[in-house]
């Protein structure tokens, strides 16, 4: 009767992983709330009603592109503003909520606990979900008491649309970053690779559009597929679909998840050059150091002439696309002395071939949006 009956223990589950992974995050977390609110409602007080009031009413050339975007003179720059503070806090939450990834003695120790990799892996994003809904939530509600504080709450009912849009390509570019966070050996190569992946198929499909002559006429979003960041900016200068963000969520963090799951625990500390997937990702440097080059030889010795149909633009076009995957080569961490010609030869030939295909497809099925009469 003297013994004490010993309360079981339940073993830790989703909520644990969720709670440990917001904890991880809090401080930085309340940090960028604090940048947001310093970026737009304070921003608005300390510009005051009547600065804004007049600022909204003068005339400005981009009034139409203004209204079209539910953006105004004074919220153009602001919402700019919290599109940088946005981008920043992706790749810091983002690396704080997988930094122990990256610990080969917190990888074992994890590794080691009763939890399932789908556990661990929902537990991390739904914490990183939850910092940047409190982010967006906080500030929304300061703003929108700021406008109602003004009389002008349809200001903001305006607004709020432009500024669900910044929400969900937030999340876009998180899900997106979610991928080399699971793929990636070291958390500098999981930032590297994801900037530089982003980087250099926008680039490219910008140098084709123009060669093309379709830099002004395509109406897609097929250029910020993989590159979410870009969409965190180019609502300031045209309206985007807010759809295509959802789906590109949950396709990213479905890859992220499966890429999670059978990521082994030797990844931790390994540099990416290393790992087996990283030579499927050097195609697309080649593919931007090719259309570089490509267009900067053609701009300064054949100017006049048509890019595809330039002989220079080509030599630029190979001599950039070897430039290409040699700098991919030794940023994933080899040294330039233990390069094998015949191994880089392969993503070259798969770069070349790509921009061919590119090319092809925006030259011939991607019409003008319009014909003149």
């Known amino acids: 009767q003297g013994m004490m009956t010993a309360i079981p223990r339940t073993a830790p589950g989703l909520g644990w992983v969720f709670g440990k992974s917001f904890q991880r995050t809090r401080t930085l977390m309340l940090l960028f709330s604090f940048l947001f609110l310093l970026a737009m409602p304070i921003a608005l007080l300390i510009i005051g009603r009547d600065n804004y009031l007049t600022l909204v009413s003068s005339y400005n050339f981009l009034e139409a592109a203004f209204g079209e975007m539910s953006l105004n003179q004074v919220l153009w720059p602001l919402h700019l ?32 606990m009763p939890l399932g ?42 607004y709020s649309t432009a500024y669900l849009k910044l929400f969900a390509a937030t999340l876009e570019l998180l899900a997106f970053c979610l991928v080399f966070l699971a ?147 030794i940023v994933s961490g080899k040294q330039l002395q233990k390069i094998k010609i015949v191994k880089e030869i392969l993503p070259v030939l798969a770069g070349l071939a790509l921009f061919a295909l590119m090319t092809g497809l925006v030259y011939l099925w991607l019409a003008p949006a319009g014909q003149p009469w």
């Open 183 to 329: 793929l990636s050996g070291t958390l500098f190569d999981a930032i590297l690779t994801c900037v530089g992946i982003q980087f250099a198929w926008t680039s490219s499909v910008l140098h084709i559009l123009g060669m093309t002559n379709r830099l002004t006429d395509l109406e897609t979003d097929i250029l910020w597929l993989l590159a979410p960041a870009a969409r965190l900016f180019i609502l300031i200068f045209r309206p985007l679909s807010v759809w295509q963000s959802l789906v590109m969520i949950v396709f990213w963090t479905i890859m992220a998840w499966f890429f999670y799951k059978k990521r082994p625990a030797e990844y931790a500390g390994v540099r990416n050059g290393q790992l087996p997937w990283y030579p499927a990702l050097q195609p697309f440097f080649v593919l931007w150091g090719g259309t570089l080059l490509g267009s900067l030889v053609h701009g300064l010795f054949a100017g006049e002439q048509s890019v595809l149909s330039s002989p220079v633009f080509y030599i630029g076009l190979i001599a950039g696309a070897l430039l290409g995957q040699v700098v991919s080569t």
């Open 81 to 112: 503003i919290l599109a940088l503070i946005s981008l920043a806090a992706v790749a810091v939450l983002g690396s704080a909520g997988f930094r122990t990834f990256y610990l080969q003695n917190a990888v074992d120790r994890e590794s080691s």
């Open 117 to 158: 990799s789908s556990h661990q892996f929902l537990g991390r994003a739904l914490a990183l979900l939850a910092a940047f809904f409190f982010i967006f939530t906080v500030n929304a509600a300061a703003t929108l008491a700021v406008f109602a504080g003004w009389g002008k709450m349809a200001h903001f009912l305006t």
